[in-house]
């Protein structure tokens, strides 16, 4: 999954979540080391203007385990703002079925 030509990314449950995995495609979109990568709240993912929609979205799929379909404005850590399209995004359970987290899978993005 590390090589795949996808986008996988993940992020915790903290108030202000912070993102804990990326895979190459994840941290060259977003124009950032693995360190950078998973010390950055998932919030600034997204411009400021989209933060709002984003946590609404994010609501809707710890309400109905996943969602499909998504396509929104991302911005990376050097400005550069590029849609995503067909996006999965997902709840992360835990050992004993507990959400720890949520998850995103794309293949679409465009500068």
Not at 12 to 26: F, T
Not at 64 to 80: H, L, T, V
Request: net charge negative; charged share 20%; with cysteine.
């Amino acid at each position: 999954m590390w090589e795949a030509p996808f986008v996988v990314a993940s992020h915790g449950m903290e108030e202000n979540p912070i993102l804990n995995y990326g895979n190459q495609q994840a941290l060259d979109l977003w124009e950032m080391s693995w360190e950078q990568f998973t010390n950055t709240p998932s919030r600034q993912t997204a411009e400021l203007s989209e933060r709002e929609d984003r946590q609404l979205l994010l609501t809707q799929v710890e309400t109905q385990g996943y969602i499909s379909g998504y396509r929104g404005i991302r911005i990376s850590s050097k400005g550069k703002r590029f849609w995503i399209s067909n996006a999965i995004i997902w709840n992360l359970l835990d050992e004993n079925q507990q959400q720890c987290g949520q998850a995103v899978n794309f293949q679409q993005w465009e500068h």
